[in-house]
């Protein structure tokens, strides 16, 4: 049983940037992916971008190039660096946590981008 708290989230204008964190209640040291999600209204929890425990990363197009995942291991803690944000970046943000035996979330955090 893993706890995920993501924080970071709040309104910022758009071309601004945000660090979202994901706090995990045990250690992610272990072989699995994290990765972060975003669902707007009305539409589906899509994958804004992944990092496995070996440090490779992927990233959804639409993010490319503007947001950067990483992952703290000894902290527990996985963050998303988003720059260059744009009003369609306007989601709820999940952390996610795959240990390939049991699949984690978050409660999400309020990423608002006003134009």
């Known amino acids: 049983q893993v706890q995920l708290v993501e924080s970071g989230g709040g309104l910022v204008q758009a071309g601004g940037s945000l660090r979202l964190s994901c706090a995990a209640s045990?250690?992610?040291?272990?072989?699995?992916?994290m990765g972060w999600y975003r669902q707007a209204p009305r539409k589906q929890r899509m994958l804004v971008a992944t990092i496995t425990s070996g440090g490779n990363t992927n990233y959804a197009d639409s993010v490319k190039g503007r947001f950067t995942i990483s992952r703290d291991n000894a902290k527990n803690t996985l963050f998303l660096l988003m720059n260059s944000l744009e009003p369609e970046d306007t989601a709820v943000y999940y952390c996610n946590l795959n240990t390939y035996i049991m699949n984690y979330w978050g409660q999400g955090t309020q990423v608002t981008v006003s134009s």
């Open positions: 045990a250690s992610i040291v272990s072989f699995n992916v």
